[in-house]
């Protein structure tokens, strides 16, 4: 049953990564270039947070949890199930997950679409993608390792975002 759940997770972050890699261009955004944003690219935005707040609510709210029981552990708090996504090895850090959560909550109840605060969402959001696509990718790596889950028809190669690193181009 989780592999079933866990597949909609996949292909939402699958997702996430191909609008993020056809709104790379419009980053670093800021005031000025979002007043002036073409329609079509306020689409792929309005596609990339629209995913972003999907998958972090998911794994939030139902993976991390499913994760927990299958362990045979109390599932507690949201910041305890955090805390064991931690110690897993999921969450490279709760901080992390925090400033994650933190910017898709800044989308749901604050998003205006224009403005320095939106901009800054933006470039937020934007930032945080790898590192959710990466929870997701360690979330397959540990079912299969210590759960012994089949997690095969996951391809977390696919989840990769190759960076440049700081001072090249």
Do not use: C
């Amino acid at each position: 049953l989780f592999v079933e759940n866990f597949s909609l997770t996949f292909e939402l972050a699958l997702s996430l990564k191909e609008v993020f890699t056809k709104t790379k261009n419009l980053f670093h955004i800021t005031e000025e270039s979002l007043d002036s944003m073409s329609k079509r690219n306020s689409e792929y935005i309005e596609l990339l947070i629209g995913r972003f707040s999907k998958l972090q609510d998911m794994l939030g709210s139902k993976i991390f949890r499913s994760i927990v029981t299958l362990d045979f552990e109390e599932t507690g708090s949201i910041k305890d199930t955090v805390n064991k996504m931690e110690k897993k090895y999921i969450i490279d850090d709760v901080s992390d997950w925090r400033d994650i959560r933190d910017a898709r909550n800044n989308i749901i109840h604050e998003y205006v679409p224009r403005g320095e605060e939106a901009a800054k969402t933006l470039n937020m959001v934007y930032k945080l993608v790898p590192e959710l696509l990466k929870i997701v990718s360690n979330i397959v790596d540990y079912m299969q390792k210590e759960n012994g889950l089949d997690m095969s028809q996951f391809n977390t190669k696919n989840l990769v975002i190759k960076t440049i690193p700081k001072g090249k181009k």
